[in-house]
């Protein structure tokens, strides 16, 4: 089983910037596709970005394309969310996944595609 951890979160001015770490504390994770999610009070779970396995193609939302940049060092067995330019509505509880499947070509966006996820890290963003 994949067990995955998030850090990096915290409290930070509109314009601030922070980074997310998620790393596994079970079964290595170097061949899954990597996504990142958040969710505020009130909304649903929304796609962020996600990396494949060999952190060779990535994808981000549209909301946080050009701010927000995902990679991963296979080496080290982590994946981190680069988050600059943040504003106030990036406000959420960040989660990290695993896809479902181990080697998929396509990069999901969906969160019923990723199986295994982490507990979440807290990002505000204050005005």
């Known amino acids: 089983q994949v067990q995955l951890v998030e850090s990096g979160g915290g409290l930070v001015q509109a314009g601030g910037s922070l980074r997310l770490s998620c790393a596994p504390s079970g079964r290595a994770f170097s061949n899954y596709n990597i996504g990142w999610f958040r969710q505020a009070p009130g909304k649903e779970r929304e796609f962020v970005a996600v990396v494949r396995h060999s952190g060779d193609r990535t994808y981000c939302a549209d909301s946080v394309k050009g701010r927000f940049t995902i990679s991963r060092d296979n080496l080290k067995n982590t994946v981190y969310l680069q988050m600059n330019s943040l504003k106030p509505e990036d406000t959420a509880v960040y989660y990290c996944?695993?896809?479902?499947?181990?080697?998929?070509?396509?990069?999901?966006?969906?969160?019923?595609?990723?199986?295994?996820w982490g507990q979440g890290t807290q990002v505000t963003v204050s005005s």
């Open positions: 996944a695993a896809d479902r499947k181990e080697l998929r070509i396509a990069l999901a966006t969906s969160y019923n595609e990723y199986d295994y």
